[in-house]
């Protein structure tokens, strides 16, 4: 019975009903409420799937010394439960060992990881800047256009700069922002009643 | 005498025509005022039951909508599976990293969701390896049924791999993703649900391969860059959609044409709103 569809769309009907009719209303409070924690619990069961599922694969890459991988799955898993073990001893998340690793090597190498990919992020820009095309051309004069108002150069070189952008700004900008706003809430809006229809299935897995 | 009629009268239809559009004006802006006074759910309301009774028209078949047609993406996606497919490599896909499972952000991870799901059924049909990596643990166990039971029909296919990867932090992330793409020579990416902006460092890495690459959000500041460095790109609300286009069913493809009607309205609104402050009302809510 638990797997029917109907099942699931039932409670999703019953479930959006509950959080409309508090939004709108201001009608049972608690049990909207209570329907936003289950949401927290569900994703903590889903953190523990994930944990499971992640440590099922590097198993079973170090078991068949997966060439150029089971190495890094023994340094991974390690790691990982290391720090998980660490954060559960009391006091919990604030253990010294624990909060050592965050500090001492958590914390360092995020910020090395996040000097490094900057360079990463101007090859992206910069590759976004080749004019292959009619909308790259428009995405680099505009840019170019951006930079120049934002930097003091810019209106030192021209001073039509920073009036353009001003311009980009307030006007194509923002005209296209709303416009993908305004289609983007009534196709999610959509989405929502297709789902609750029982007609948008495909994320849920197959047809019941 | 009878020229100078004609003038009077004219200059009466005029003040007639004068008076009657200020009128008109003052009672629309007392209605302004009166929506204005309205509580802002209760606008809310109204048009959330517009919307929705307009899509629920299409969907129950009550009112016959125009169809919407394919966007270029639709067909593309199976020429990509069918590509790697002869290539004998592998596809990577990731539907976003979302902030948890509610408001309207885990709604776009939803309609990621909807459209990997298709394109792990259409891996599953030709047995192309299908890679899904997410950071997203709360939906992992979603993510799981929904690729997984894809390939119920065809147990001989290759199965889907799902790849956690956990942390919050996105550059690290999207290292590991440009990582295992290039490691693995993936034949595609698709990448579609709502990113953030480390999303930048993935579209300059997938542009350095040879992968065919798919990306949408519904986030506009990152649009633009996508536009311009992956084949197919999916903005805002084709996302919601594409999801019901590939399905291909009669009633969701109305409900899309659907979608079209109320933005006719809206712009109708727009409009109206453009008229009347150039007019001195203010139609500001």
């Known amino acids: 019975m638990l797997k029917s569809r109907w099942t699931f769309l039932t409670l999703t009907a019953l479930a959006a009903c509950v959080i409309w009719g508090n939004y709108f209303f201001s009608l049972w409070p608690s049990l909207a409420k209570s329907l936003k924690n289950t949401l927290v619990f569900a994703g903590a069961f889903g953190l523990g799937v994930g944990i499971y599922r992640m440590t099922r694969q590097h198993t079973k890459f170090i078991q068949s010394r997966k060439e150029n991988q089971?190495?890094?799955?023994?340094?991974?898993?390690?790691?990982?439960?290391?720090?998980?073990?660490?954060?559960?001893?009391?006091?919990?998340?604030?253990?010294e060992t624990f909060l050592w690793f965050y500090y001492n090597v958590g914390l360092p190498i995020d910020a090395t990881m996040g000097a490094i990919v900057a360079f990463f992020y101007i090859q992206g820009a910069a590759r976004g800047f080749k004019i292959r095309s009619t909308d790259s051309a428009i995405l680099a004069v505009s840019s170019i256009i951006m930079i120049m108002r934002n930097a003091p150069i810019g209106a030192m070189i021209w001073g039509g700069f920073p009036i353009?952008?001003?311009?980009?700004?307030?006007?194509?900008?923002?005209?296209t922002f709303r416009g993908i706003i305004i289609g983007t809430g009534i196709g999610l809006i959509a989405m929502v009643i297709r789902t609750i229809m029982g007609k948008e299935r495909s994320f849920y897995g197959r047809d019941n | 005498m009878i020229v100078y009629g004609c003038v009077f009268i004219k200059i009466d239809i005029i003040k007639v025509f004068i008076i009657c559009g200020k009128l008109y004006i003052r009672s629309i802006g007392k209605l302004i005022v009166a929506i204005k006074t309205m509580s802002e759910k209760v606008i809310d309301l109204i048009f959330f039951v517009l919307i929705?009774?307009?899509?629920?028209?299409?969907?129950?078949?009550?009112?016959?909508?125009?169809?919407?047609?394919?966007?270029?993406?639709?067909?593309?996606?199976?020429?990509?599976?069918?590509?790697?497919?002869?290539?004998?490599?592998?596809?990577?896909?990731?539907?976003?990293?979302?902030?948890?499972?509610?408001?309207?952000?885990?709604?776009?991870?939803?309609?990621?969701?909807?459209?990997?799901?298709?394109?792990?059924?259409?891996?599953?049909?030709?047995?192309?390896?299908?890679?899904?990596?997410?950071?997203?643990?709360?939906?992992?166990?979603?993510?799981?049924?929904?690729?997984?039971?894809?390939?119920?029909?065809?147990?001989s296919s290759k199965p889907p791999e799902i790849r956690f990867?956990?942390?919050?932090?996105?550059?690290?992330?999207?290292?590991?993703?440009?990582?295992?793409?290039?490691?693995?020579?993936?034949?595609?990416?698709?990448?579609?649900?709502?990113?953030?902006?480390?999303?930048?460092?993935?579209?300059?890495?997938?542009?350095?391969?040879?992968?065919?690459?798919?990306?949408?959000?519904?986030?506009?500041?990152?649009?633009?860059?996508?536009?311009?460095?992956?084949d197919y790109i999916v903005i805002g609300e084709e996302m919601f959609a594409l999801g019901a286009l590939l399905g291909g069913e009669e009633a969701l493809l109305s409900s899309i044409g659907a979608q079209d009607i109320i933005k006719a309205l809206i712009i109708g609104l727009i409009l109206l709103g453009l008229i009347l402050v150039n007019l001195g009302v203010p139609f500001t809510l």
């Open chain 1, 164 to 175: 353009i952008g001003d311009w980009i700004l307030s006007v194509p900008t923002t005209g």
């Open chain 2, 52 to 155: 929705s009774g307009i899509i629920i028209s299409a969907l129950t078949k009550w009112v016959k909508f125009p169809k919407a047609k394919p966007i270029p993406v639709t067909n593309a996606l199976r020429d990509i599976v069918g590509r790697c497919t002869e290539m004998g490599r592998s596809i990577f896909t990731d539907p976003g990293r979302w902030a948890g499972m509610s408001g309207s952000r885990a709604m776009a991870g939803f309609a990621g969701l909807s459209i990997l799901s298709h394109v792990a059924h259409l891996c599953a049909e030709v047995d192309c390896k299908f890679v899904l990596v997410t950071q997203n643990a709360a939906a992992l166990p979603l993510i799981t049924e929904a690729i997984e039971s894809r390939y119920l029909e065809y147990p």
């Open chain 1, 70 to 95: 089971w190495i890094y799955s023994i340094l991974f898993l390690g790691t990982y439960f290391l720090i998980l073990i660490l954060g559960l001893l009391p006091p919990l998340t604030r253990n």
């Open chain 2, 165 to 230: 990867l956990p942390g919050v932090s996105g550059n690290p992330y999207e290292n590991v993703f440009i990582s295992m793409v290039e490691r693995e020579k993936a034949g595609a990416v698709i990448s579609i649900g709502p990113v953030g902006t480390s999303v930048g460092l993935r579209v300059g890495g997938i542009s350095r391969t040879d992968a065919m690459s798919v990306m949408g959000t519904d986030r506009v500041d990152l649009v633009a860059l996508m536009a311009v460095c992956c």
